[in-house]
């Protein structure tokens, strides 16, 4: 099966077989040594002297972690969001009792940082700024780093991100760029499966915590802090992950991030010029567009169910749906992590066959064109 | 590696294995299916008509969900407890603003249903009780019907279970001993890695989730409720520990639940007569010792640090240290899965080598007693 959704993805076979080690002391030495090597390499790759803490969760326990762990009940905050998932870190922070200012942009779009230093601008009292990093929902990747360039070298206010399809795929640079904590997970660039979650802690986000007076337990960083202090996690963790997290670690820094990014800039475009070929047009403008994952519109008179249903059907290649309110109205390529070329183009052939037989009729591409 | 934790506990090669399956959607149909036949299946482990939710998360996420679903700010609960893990459960409570009773047991005993009925006839505003099924820092299994019958038969309370050592292992009825909510996790009778938790939740338990003001979002069970009747998991599960967990409830339904009951009661006394003809005394009365695990008192003389230690250098058996207070006083060999008596016979055999070794000397048994 080619897995062409937005996460989980393929995982290499070495990285899959070493979930099948047998389990170990997870207060044990084996488990420490793995514990500290993996942090410590996670930190370079969310380029970061402040920490980085490793979670049995989803993505989305990262956020709930970002949030939970510096803001206290009636922080103000700004809620900078392009899509479903950036509308998810908002409601988990009103949830936990922050005030939440919302700053909308279109699905498509990306955040304009002019917006954001205005809203900053007029209202002092807001304490974080929460922002999507690359959003899955559309398939756009926000500038990270003129957003931190505003919100902390301006403004000096916390920045929280959701780096969960961008960390270790795109250029992300967390002390660079003033992020104070990003949530990330390891069913994505990772080349791992689902099962953990990372979160980045900057030392402006324990003061934060210091203060932070929502109520937290399976999240608590200061637990997470304590207990890595002696090599251990609080709380079981998925062991078979972090095997598959140590070898995964060992491959992708020994290609290097720069090749890493490299990588997922090449596929990022073979992937849009493939879909544009097919005669489709991408959902967001394409100077935004995500190298993680790739969100095209379904054409006029073609059902979106039906043209995900046959590309699996008859060619085994599984691709993803809009969300929410862009269900049937787009369809999603993943390929964050190690994906081929081959994979790509066998997606795009699949497409190719299928869509004609959906009731799709390209427009002619004109020749030499 | 003999692994005599209780918890991670050795996974069979074949449950091992099917970790190593490529990765899937996790909104596909195979998922579906998977995520249907696993939780109508955990249900009949639970013995259970109302729901079981799986969590990618360890069992103190399970116990947070247990918690923040059912209660709301102010609410008086009872947290009965036994040990380390009963006092989780209430420290969890306290945090999510609950006011908390603690009805504590020495360390070693089991809970005596007659001071539960006392408090709660003394305190009708209590409106739950927390408690543990079986305590894994002690090695004392409650007797949780006789309390079901006080909480529920005779004061009609919600009541709350840590069951994270117990579901699986031994004889338990959700439904008939009245309990509304239920944590365990999958690194312990369950014979699968750590990574996922289940939470079990009972028609009383949503009227209760109705009115929880208690903030929650990774952990709120509506959300989990509402995706899984279309089949999806609400945020990206563990896939590979549900491949897993669909392959050890096959061979553990395939067994007969009462076959594993009665081999966890055989495993149990096994050990326990092992210590026990070594010269060593249990810690807890043997009347309320848990047959998942064994937990024993360090001879006076010798340092707890060192015995652990080298049965795992000299004999490749890791057995446990004692918890917070109780570190240094006991050790702990856990048992629970599918552990063979081979096993046991091992880590018994080890202890009579390394035990003379350490400043051990054995009272002498009378012979032919």
Same mark, same amino acid.
């Given at each position: 099966m080619n897995l062409r959704i937005p996460g989980p993805i393929p995982v290499p076979k070495e990285i899959l077989e070493s979930m099948s080690r047998p389990m170990i002391n997870h207060r044990g030495p084996e488990f420490k040594e793995?514990?500290?090597?993996?942090?410590?390499?996670?930190?370079?790759?969310?380029?970061?002297k402040g920490d980085v803490y490793i979670l049995t969760a989803s993505g989305t326990g990262a956020m709930e972690a970002a949030v939970v762990n510096t803001l206290s009940r009636g922080d103000k905050v700004l809620n900078v969001t392009v899509g479903v998932f950036g509308e998810r870190f908002g409601e988990i922070a009103e949830v936990y009792g922050a005030q939440v200012e919302t700053l909308a942009f279109p699905y498509g779009t990306a955040v304009d940082t002019e917006e954001v230093r205005k809203v900053l601008s007029q209202q002092p009292d807001i304490k974080a700024v929460l922002v999507t990093h690359n959003e899955t929902s559309t398939g756009v990747t926000n500038d990270l780093e003129a957003i931190?360039?505003?919100?902390?070298?301006?403004?000096?206010?916390?920045?929280?991100?959701?780096?969960?399809?961008?960390?270790?795929?795109?250029?992300?640079?967390?002390?660079?760029?003033?992020?104070?904590?990003?949530?990330?997970?390891?069913?994505k660039g990772w080349m791992l499966p689902p099962g953990l979650a990372f979160l980045s802690f900057s030392e402006r986000a324990w003061q934060a915590h210091a203060?932070?007076?929502?109520?937290?337990?399976?999240?608590?960083?200061?637990?997470?802090?304590?207990?890595?202090?002696?090599?251990?996690?609080p709380y079981t963790p998925s062991i078979s992950t972090m095997f598959a997290l140590d070898n995964a670690l060992d491959k992708i820094l020994q290609e290097g991030m720069g090749s890493v990014f490299e990588r997922h800039a090449t596929i990022g475009r073979l992937t849009r010029d493939g879909v544009?070929?097919?005669g489709l047009s991408l959902f967001p403008d394409e100077l935004v567009a995500s190298d993680t994952v790739t969100a095209v519109k379904i054409p006029v008179g073609v059902d979106a169910g039906l043209l995900i249903g046959?590309?699996?059907?008859?060619?085994?290649?599984? =691709? @993803?749906?809009?969300? *929410?309110? #862009?269900?049937?109205?787009? +369809?999603?390529?993943g390929h964050m992590g190690r994906t081929t070329d081959d994979e790509i183009e066998q997606t =795009? @052939?699949?497409?190719? *066959?299928? #869509?004609?037989?959906?009731? +799709?009729?390209?427009?002619r591409v004109p020749a030499g064109g």
């Open positions: 793995i514990l500290y090597r993996t942090t410590d390499r996670l930190k370079q790759v969310f380029e970061t931190g360039k505003v919100v902390k070298g301006e403004f000096d206010k916390l920045l929280l991100v959701d780096g969960i399809s961008s960390v270790c795929s795109l250029p992300l640079s967390a002390d660079a760029w003033g992020c104070d904590a990003i949530a990330t997970a390891s069913q203060e932070s007076d929502m109520p937290k337990f399976y999240f608590d960083m200061a637990q997470y802090k304590r207990y890595l202090e002696i090599g251990q996690p544009k070929g097919l046959r590309v699996k059907e008859d060619h085994n290649v599984v =691709i @993803a749906g809009g969300q *929410k309110s #862009l269900s049937g109205k787009i +369809f999603r390529i =795009i @052939a699949a497409l190719a *066959k299928v #869509l004609p037989k959906v009731g +799709f009729k390209a427009a």
